[in-house]
C-alpha cells in the first residue's frame, strides 16, 4: 500500500459533490484491490461491490448507487460489474480529483460519515435470510447470483465500505460458524474482529 492509495482515499471522503458521482475502478491485481479497499475503508469512502452483476440487477444497484451519492453529497467507488460498466473504468488516482471541492469543516464531515454509515447498514441491497434455528450461516460481500442465496441463514451486505457493523454483530451473535465470501476475506475479517466481534468460528472463501 503506498502514501498515495491513503492521501488519495482520504481527499474522496472530504469531497462535496452536487451531482450523482460514481467512480468505476478495476484494479491492476488483486493486491492493488485490496490496498484501494482497505484504504477507502480507512476513510469511509463507500464502496459498493458489484462483483458479477449483469443485466437488470447491475442496473438496479447502480441506480441505488446514483441515489446515495445524490443524499450524500459523495462520490461512491464501484468495483466489478459487467463489460458495460468497463466502458467507464478508470484508475483511482489524482486525476479523480481534478476540479472537485473539498470539505474542510470536521463538524460538517463527521456528521456526513455518521449519516452515511447508518444507510450503508440499512441499504436495502442488504438481504437477510432466517431459514433455520441453527447456528451456522454465510456472509457474502457484493452482488450475488440468486443460486448462492438459496440454501442456510445468510448475509448479504452489498457495501464492503464503510462496514455495516451493527449488521455484523447481530447476525453473527445468531450464527457464530460462519462462512465469509468476500474479496480480502481475511483481511475483513481482521477488522470485524478489531470492533470486538468474535470470528474464531469463522471460516473464509476468497471471491
Known sequence: MTSSHRAIARAL????????RLLFHKAEDLVEASHWRAVLREAGVPVL???DAHGVG?????NAAQAFSVEFLTPVVLLGGSAAGAAKDLSLDAQVLVDQRPIEDPD????????????VETST???EFRRSRERTGWIRIGWQPDAALDEGNGLLLAWSSPLPLRRIRDFAARCPEITLVAPD?????AEVAAQGISV????FAVK
Do not use: F, I, K, Y
Not at 471522503?13 to 450523482?20: F, G, N, V
Not at 447491475?58 to 447502480?62: D, G, I, N, T
Open 200 to 203: 474464531s468460528g469463522w471460516r
Open 125 to 127: 441491497l442488504n438481504q
Open 108 to 119: 460538517w464531515l463527521r456528521t456526513r460519515q455518521v449519516a452515511l454509515t447508518r444507510a
Open 13 to 20: 471522503s472530504r469531497q462535496h459533490d452536487t451531482e450523482p
Open 49 to 51: 461491490e458489484l462483483n
Open 58 to 62: 447491475e442496473e438496479a444497484w447502480l
Open 185 to 189: 476475506a481475511e483481511a475483513l475479517a
